[in-house]
């Protein structure tokens, strides 16, 4: 009943709509079939039904293993195709089941492994599961940003980024020290990939007048890319196409 509990709960969730004014920005980066990881960070309990209904598409909800002790949440989110995951210790059968999905269809996963309750403009400490998932199944991960936490009648922005495809050498799970690298890229991607949000947001990027040219940088990245480094990954091939 996955599927079609999906879109029925995408059309309840639409009805709220006008509470959650939300702009998305990227919509032309969006995958909407075939194989790919939707990434996000993690802000608030309202980050699963804005990014459904804003993010046209079907694909399956990655959650923690706790939703589970209670009987309704269970219930409901079973119905709505929730994969849920103990994150310390994943099931065999769940990881069959990600990798199953994978092979031509979506996921949508929070790296963070929980909800971040300090700065919303710093991810947490990524867990390595996304890279496992992106290195087996070869799926590109499609970064999602939440701008800051969902607040009734307050404006809020949605940032889709360029899908990340790193990792050439794919259909198998990496090492342990693998997987950190791939992990610590990723964090770096959506540290830059922030850093272009807040520069459209703040400055209003998508009225004509504010505009970049073609090929112009935000000043605000062309700094943090003099600043930071690209982590290496260790020596795994690297997709650079």
């Not at 919509?27 to 993690?42: F, L, P, Q, S, T």
């Not at 710093?122 to 999602?144: D, R």
Request: aromatic share 12%; glycine share 8%.
């Amino acid at each position: 009943m996955g599927k079609p509990f999906y879109y029925f709960s995408k059309f309840l969730y639409g009805l709220g709509r006008p509470l959650y004014p939300t702009k998305v920005i990227g919509r032309e980066n969006i995958i909407k079939k075939g194989k790919c990881i939707y990434a996000c960070n993690h802000l608030s309990a309202i980050d699963i039904p804005m990014t459904q209904v804003h993010i046209p598409g079907y694909r399956r909800y990655i959650g923690k293993v706790d939703f589970t002790t209670h009987k309704l949440s269970k219930f409901l989110l079973d119905k709505f195709g929730v994969i849920f995951i103990d994150r310390d210790k994943p099931a065999l059968s769940t990881m069959r089941e990600i990798f199953s999905v994978l092979d031509d269809g979506q996921i949508f996963i929070f790296p963070e492994g929980t909800r971040n309750k300090g700065n919303e403009n710093e991810m947490q400490e990524l867990k390595t599961g996304l890279a496992l998932f992106a290195a087996k199944s070869g799926a590109p991960v499609v970064p999602v940003l939440v701008y800051r936490r969902p607040k009734i009648f307050h404006k809020n922005y949605l940032y889709i980024g360029k899908p990340i495809d790193i990792i050439k050498n794919k259909g198998r799970l990496p090492s342990a020290s693998d997987a950190e690298a791939i992990t610590l890229r990723y964090a770096y991607e959506f540290a830059r990939l922030r850093v272009e949000f807040n520069d459209y947001v703040e400055n209003k990027r998508w009225k004509k007048k504010n505009r970049l040219g073609e090929g112009e940088v935000p000043p605000a990245l062309a700094a943090f890319d003099a600043e930071h480094t690209v982590p290496a990954l260790c020596g795994i091939e690297e997709n650079k196409e």
